[in-house]
């Protein structure tokens, strides 16, 4: 179905509950064709309950939707069994019929039904299925993924790269309309920028969840606000609704006090800022972001959120220094020869394609990893937080919020730690009580709330904004921009990358060399990458592939009875081998070889040498087969 001809979604007078607490209270809604949109909104609003809406997972309480039966809808599930399958036949799978046809073709000719493969091979070109493994492979390619791990079984993949995978499958899914939600959560910034290019030639309907600004800026022309139990449509990208929404609230007067506050506080962290610039580019391009966000600060008036990251107790000068450091794993050295000094302020940003060796360097800082080579000197007051996402799972589910951060502190008094929690917008019962039935998102800021909990001189975060809403990331800019120890950052979000950090390193080829430019360049670099990339797979047409292809059938058709031949010859191999194995065994028994049975040592003797006669001429057949197998493989 061409763009011009999908028909709109309409959604009429829809509301929407989960439970007793309301989503959507009447809202109508009116999609057009093509569109892009991204859908936004805190954590909890409803977000994905709409998607499911228009999945047809959930029936609205009231009212109903239009034009949605006609259209191919492709989604990211966001979860995956742990299938047998490989990468590559489970993304292959997302395209339904072109995977339902290779099955039928592969049936028809195990059954030799020469005349039914040849029309499903027809059809198979028709959906342009021929080109479908290697549209897989530059998708698993493009997701991060090496060559090798298109033949691993899903099963062998941890959950964030199973993750990665159904995002590929949806990709792969033929579609009209696309839902997506936070499909950059376990992506690195090469991934994600790989996947915003892809998006953006996309022809289809795109709705997007994502609490990503720059990614939204760059996928996204419409945007879809829902709060306060309707659903607010703005004109253009993300950058364009918070200016528009500032430009409504500053006209608020009853907010008008604390948005000045807000834009106060941000503007006497401007004036800080120019004065300690010191690094050109960086500096440069980060004094533009925080110019813009005080036109924006209104937008976030109402944010739930607002804490910051408490003064270490004691600090050192310098923190942390690697010498001549090689870091790796046993034997193997992922990054050579790395020198690193981190001070009081400083503010690194790691870049790198996934596999690189960011972890690895990470670890190696923290000192969970011990260095191969060289010298890791930690100053006397060197208080190192580590954030990553494994911390989510290693929460105690049966403790409250605030009993978290009392283990770590218990000298403090409960009212501090609640006082604290309240920025994290843990309140009341909240706070109080087990966190068993804390979402992913709740657990996030949990995590966060930890780590900042701990004073620290040296943070370390590897992908922080991983389910973490709009507000939530921007209330983290804030705390980091404010904090005075130093900072190490790994992130996908290049809105917080921009306004956090004053130094970028770059870990490629084995090594960490300083990136002279700044995170639009590397964005620029990274996408110029992938474009020669594809120029380098994209072969000139063929006006003879059809022919090619039939006669390549042909030819798989006459490897077919051979390779069953050889496979029934190696069967009878292994049986002799096996029953062979059994007499030697009796053969090496003394007592066989006694007098009074004679006859059974002969009986034994014999069977072996007949075994023995079978198994030759066995592999004499197994060679020729597979000599006649190698020359039909060369034609082919």
């Given at each position: 179905m061409s763009v011009e001809s999908a028909p709109m979604i309409i959604l009429r007078n829809i509301s929407l509950r989960r439970g007793s607490k309301i989503l959507l209270e009447p809202a109508d809604l009116t999609i057009q064709p093509g569109?892009?949109?991204?859908?936004?909104?805190?954590?909890?609003?409803?977000?994905?309950?709409?998607?499911?809406?228009?999945?047809?997972?959930?029936?609205?309480?009231?009212g109903h939707i239009d034009g949605m039966a006609a259209l191919r809808i492709a989604c990211m599930a966001q979860e995956v069994a742990a299938t047998d399958d490989t990468a590559l036949e489970y993304l292959i799978g997302g395209d339904a019929g072109v995977a339902t046809l290779r099955q039928s073709i592969a049936r028809a000719e195990q059954a030799e039904d020469f005349k039914r493969a040849a029309a499903l091979h027809s059809q198979l070109e028709e959906l342009n299925g021929y080109d479908i493994e290697r549209r897989a492979e530059m998708m698993l390619l493009g997701l991060g993924f090496s060559a090798s791990d298109s033949q691993r079984q899903v099963k062998n993949f941890s959950g964030g790269w199973r993750i990665r995978l159904n995002l590929g499958r949806a990709l792969m899914a033929p579609s009209d309309l696309l839902?997506?939600?936070?499909?950059?959560?376990?992506?690195?910034?090469?991934?994600?920028?790989?996947?915003?290019?892809?998006l953006q030639a996309y022809h289809g309907t795109l709705i997007l969840i994502s609490h990503d600004r720059e990614f939204i800026d760059a996928c996204c022309q419409q945007i879809l606000h829902m709060e306060h139990k309707s659903i607010n449509s703005y004109r253009g990208n993300y950058s364009s609704f918070e200016i528009q929404r500032a430009e409504y609230l500053a006209n608020q007067q009853a907010s008008y006090e604390k948005q000045q506050k807000r834009v106060a506080e941000i503007d006497a962290f401007v004036r800080r800022f120019r004065y300690k610039a010191t690094k050109a580019k960086q500096a440069q391009s980060r004094l533009k972001e925080l110019e813009r966000m005080q036109t924006i600060a209104p937008a976030h008036v109402d944010s739930p959120f607002s804490f910051s990251f408490p003064e270490p107790e004691r600090?050192?000068?310098?923190?942390?220094?690697?010498?001549?450091?090689?870091?790796?794993?046993?034997?193997?050295?992922?990054?050579?020869?790395?020198?690193m000094q981190l001070r009081p302020g400083s503010r690194i940003g790691l870049l790198g394609r996934n596999g690189a060796g960011k972890s690895t360097l990470l670890k190696s800082l923290t000192g969970e990893l011990p260095l191969l080579n060289g010298l890791r000197i930690s100053g006397s007051h060197c208080k190192v937080a580590y954030f990553d996402q494994h911390q989510l799972e290693s929460l105690d589910l049966n403790a409250s919020a605030s009993l978290h951060l009392q283990r770590l502190r218990p000298e403090v008094r409960e009212q501090e730690i609640l006082d604290f929690l309240g920025g994290f917008n843990f309140h009341g019962d909240t706070a109080t009580q087990v966190i068993t039935p804390f979402s992913g998102g709740e657990k996030a800021r949990l995590a966060l709330a930890i780590t900042a909990w701990q004073r620290p001189a040296l943070l370390i975060m590897d992908e922080p904004t991983n389910h973490l809403d709009m507000e939530m990331r921007l209330a983290l800019t804030l705390a980091l921009q404010d904090y005075s120890g130093a900072v190490v950052l790994v992130t996908h979000d290049r809105h917080l990358l921009r306004n956090t950090v004053d130094q970028l390193l770059l870990v490629h080829d084995g090594q960490v060399e300083e990136y002279e430019d700044d995170v639009r360049a590397y964005e620029q670099w990274v996408l110029s990458q992938a474009a020669n990339n594809r120029k380098a797979e994209t072969k000139p047409s063929d006006p003879n592939r059809r022919e090619q292809r039939q006669a390549a059938a042909q030819l798989r058709q006459q490897l077919r009875p051979l390779k069953r031949e050889i496979d029934s010859v190696e069967k009878k191999m292994a049986k002799i081998?096996?029953?062979?194995?059994?007499?030697?065994?009796?053969?090496?028994?003394?007592?066989?070889?006694?007098?009074e049975r004679k006859s059974e040592l002969e009986k034994r003797l014999r069977e072996q040498g007949q075994l023995k006669s079978e198994a030759t001429a066995l592999e004499e057949s197994w060679l020729t087969l597979h000599h006649q197998l190698e020359e039909l493989e060369t034609s082919l």
């Open positions: 569109q892009r949109i991204a859908l936004i909104g805190a954590n909890g609003c409803g977000k994905s309950s709409l998607f499911a809406m228009l999945l047809g997972e959930l029936e609205p309480d009231s839902l997506l939600d936070e499909p950059t959560n376990h992506l690195d910034l090469d991934a994600t920028l790989w996947l915003q290019q892809w600090t050192s000068d310098p923190l942390l220094q690697l010498e001549k450091a090689d870091l790796g794993y046993g034997d193997s050295v992922v990054l050579a020869n790395v020198e081998e096996q029953q062979l194995g059994v007499l030697e065994s009796q053969l090496a028994d003394n007592a066989l070889y006694q007098s």
